[in-house]
T-cell receptor, first 113, second 116 residues
Framework: ETGVTQTPRHLVMGMTNKKSLKCEQH?????MYWYKQSAKKPLELMFV???????ENNSVPSRFSPECPNSSHLFLHLHTLQPEDSALYLC????????????FGPGTRLTVT | KQEVTQIPAALSVPEGENLVLNCSFT??????LQWFRQDPGKGLTSLLLIQSSQREQTSGRLNASLDKSSGRSTLYIAASQPGDSATYLCAVRLSWKDTGRRALTFGSGTRLQVQP
């Protein structure tokens, strides 16, 4: 148990659906991250939020829309996804964005049909 | 652009063996390096964090070393056990001055299987 929770753990959605992934951290951290892990590829950073402000967008398609309403919660809104978006989506947090150890959630396994 | 490579991609050893996992990175201007463990379909568990000023870190049967100048890190696992079976990931964070690369850059991992 790392103190970072993600829901749902598994999600199957069609290409026309709209869904959201949720991440919550109970560590008092101020930075939160979304990563994508596809089969046979390294983890890819998607977004970084530091004190609720987005500080990095790693050229992610607009069909992925992040939201950070407060330092403890992070959402990833999904719409009109493609089958190649199927992956494990991991959320992480750290004390702040400056060089601190990151703690990861268990991930959401997303399948786009 | 920072690139992180892990060798071997997969490793199978009998229980009790000592083993070494390798990680190399192309940009030596790192701030720290972190080793993670990932079980199938699960999230990442942090094992060891080495700051750029450090040479090694130890936790139980695990020892991680860092040679920043040569762009290398190794994770040494002593007396391996079947419960050590997992994918081990290496990740580096560049120096704070490189404002475009604040988050971690990951390698593809080494998939370890320890046979009972």
């Amino acid at each position: 148990e790392t103190g970072v929770t993600q829901t749902p753990r598994h999600l199957v959605m069609g290409m026309t659906n709209k869904k959201s992934l949720k991440c919550e951290q109970h560590l008092g951290h101020n930075a939160m991250y979304w990563y994508k892990q596809s089969a046979k590829k390294p983890l890819e950073l998607m977004f970084v939020y530091n004190f609720k402000e987005q500080t990095e967008n790693n050229s992610v398609p607009s069909r992925f829309s992040p939201e950070c309403p407060n330092s403890s919660h992070l959402f990833l809104h999904l719409h009109t996804l493609q089958p190649e978006d199927s992956a494990l989506y991991l959320c992480a947090s750290s004390q702040d964005q400056a060089h601190q150890e990151q703690y990861f959630g268990p991930g959401t396994r997303l399948t786009v049909t | 652009k920072q690139e992180v490579t892990q060798i071997p991609a997969a490793l199978s050893v009998p229980e009790g063996e000592n083993l070494v996992l390798n990680c190399s990175f192309t940009d030596s201007a790192i701030y720290n390096l972190q080793w993670f463990r990932q079980d199938p379909g699960k999230g990442l568990t942090s094992l060891l964090l080495i700051q750029s000023s450090q040479r090694e870190q130890t936790s139980g049967r695990l020892n991680a070393s860092l040679d920043k100048s040569s762009g290398r890190s190794t994770l040494y696992i002593a007396a391996s056990q079947p419960g050590d079976s997992a994918t081990y990931l290496c990740a580096v964070r560049l120096s704070w001055k490189d404002t475009g690369r604040r988050a971690l850059t990951f390698g593809s991992g080494t998939r370890l299987q320890v046979q009972p």
